[in-house]
């Protein structure tokens, strides 16, 4: 149970935000001050990644603890399975009034806008869309509340929401016990409708002229046309945010309150694969994360590899509670006490929808695998999982950091794949995964730098 000191906590989660959109991670735009603020006051989780690169899977990987192919979303349209405990089930038994705000995508595609109480992930104050894409665009907000009452908020769809939290927490202040509140925006995803990305009005002008980021500039895509409405849609979100950040301070609730920023997924145009995320690449596994508060002010900058599943343990063990020993990450207060704290070397991936893939990244090297059976219009059959791997992707972030060189299949390369597929045999495993068979590329010549043994390590 909790203690008369136990933390609000509140997670500000994006939809599809690449990590180098923010100063923290070296970008010139001016789009992220506030992000950057508490990246450098609080903790800066700099080398953060998704376990699941689509919306709904890496959503209730969030909310349960557990990887893609345990909770029984590994796609779009599907619940988590209805036994498992999420993050509001385990704050309301500690005490806590949980709330959820904006878009949730964890209830069947039936569900568009408004969703039945009993799959609201029992969080006792509620005002959400289940495809909150679908339902509203960037000047039509609607949102649902616990009892199925549609609100239409105005403004621009981030303020909107955002405006929403902030009254929560208000009504919040006024109670002697703590919250958890969970707010998740929709952009800088697009809308889907007109396949946009629909910044406030004259936020696209501010960056016309703003420089892509070199996978975007070399590859094949839609991000000459929409990387101007993106950066202003994340301008507007980091305002927001900025925003929530001051109500917790002019509440006088900021110094008791842990806030946790991050998101889903990247994005990387449609320059991998006929859509936007759903690749190994880091635009889409990469994304950006810091968190402030008790346990986390002037924490510094974390340069381990960490994983979105190892922040449902990290909330629960800020607030003192137990974290579950079904929850298949770790908490990272551990290694922000203590940064020279043994923890694992690589981060664990898993990949649907556009195929059924898994990937392991290490500080250095990033390898991939897909199933390889496909329908008979030749597209990859999705599943939650394969028996059999073919070996699709290895790029050497070292030298090749915007991964624009694909090294499996080099004969001179043919000890790294070794080491990383024993790597990523491994994560399966402990992900209760069965381990496939995997098949070995096509070979080709050596590449021009042939690896030395010392080179296989991370």
């Given amino acids: 149970m909790m203690s008369p000191e136990s933390p609000n906590i509140i997670v500000f989660l994006t939809d599809q935000q690449r990590y180098d959109t923010t100063g923290a991670h070296g970008s010139k735009l001016g789009l992220t001050p506030n992000f950057d603020r508490v990246a450098r006051q609080g903790t800066h989780l700099a080398r953060s990644f998704t376990c699941q690169p689509v919306c709904a899977p890496a959503r209730a990987c969030f909310q349960t603890g557990l990887y893609a192919s345990q909770n029984g979303v590994w796609r779009n349209g599907y619940q988590p399975h209805p036994h498992l405990f999420t993050l509001a089930d385990y704050f309301n038994e500690a005490g806590y009034h949980t709330g959820y705000i904006g878009k949730w995508h964890l209830a069947d595609d039936v569900y568009h806008g408004y969703v039945p109480r009993d799959l609201q992930g029992g969080y006792e104050s509620w005002l959400g869309a289940n495809i909150l894409e679908f339902v509203s665009d960037a000047f039509t907000t609607r949102l649902w509340d616990e009892a199925g009452n549609e609100h239409r908020l105005p403004g621009y769809r981030v303020d909107a929401v955002t405006d929403a939290a902030i009254r929560h927490i208000h009504a919040r202040s006024e109670e002697a016990k703590p919250f958890f509140l969970f707010v998740s925006l929709l952009e800088p995803h697009h809308q889907n409708s007109s396949d946009s990305y629909p910044a406030p009005n004259g936020y696209e002008h501010r960056y016309a002229t703003a420089e892509l980021p070199p996978d975007l500039r070399v590859s094949n895509g839609t991000a000459v046309q929409h990387w101007p409405g993106y950066c202003g849609m994340i301008k507007r979100i980091d305002e927001a945010f900025g925003r929530l950040l001051e109500a917790l301070e002019s509440l006088r609730l900021k110094e ?131 028996n059999v791997y073919v070996d699709d992707c290895l790029y050497d972030l070292e030298a090749d950091p915007w991964e624009l060189t694909n090294l499996v299949g080099y004969t001179s390369h043919a000890e790294v794949v070794a080491v990383m597929r024993e790597r990523l045999a491994r994560r399966m495993r402990d992900a209760g995964e069965e381990e496939p068979e995997f098949i070995d590329a096509p070979s080709t010549e050596p590449y021009e730098h042939v690896v030395s043994p010392e080179e296989t390590r991370l």
């Avoid at 320059?271 to 924490?299: L, M, Q, W």
């Avoid at 063990?317 to 908490?331: I, K, Y």
């Avoid at 940064?339 to 991936?349: D, G, K």
């Fill in 256 to 386: 008791n309150t842990v806030v946790l920023y991050t998101s889903d997924h990247g994005n990387h145009f449609k320059t991998r694969n006929a859509e936007y995320k759903r690749s190994c690449h880091d635009a889409s596994i990469r994304v950006p994360t810091a968190i402030c508060g008790p346990g986390f002010d002037s924490g510094g900058e974390v340069g381990k590899l960490v994983s979105l599943i190892d922040l449902p343990p990290t909330l629960l063990d800020a607030a003192g509670l137990e974290v579950p020993e079904e929850m298949q990450g770790r908490s990272l207060l551990p290694l922000i006490r203590e940064p020279r704290l043994e923890w694992p070397e690589e981060v664990f991936i898993q990949i649907s929808e556009s195929q059924t893939g898994r990937a392991v990244r290490t500080e250095r090297w990033k390898y991939s695998v897909r199933a390889p059976d496909t329908d008979e219009d030749g597209n990859p059959v999705s599943r939650p999982a394969s």
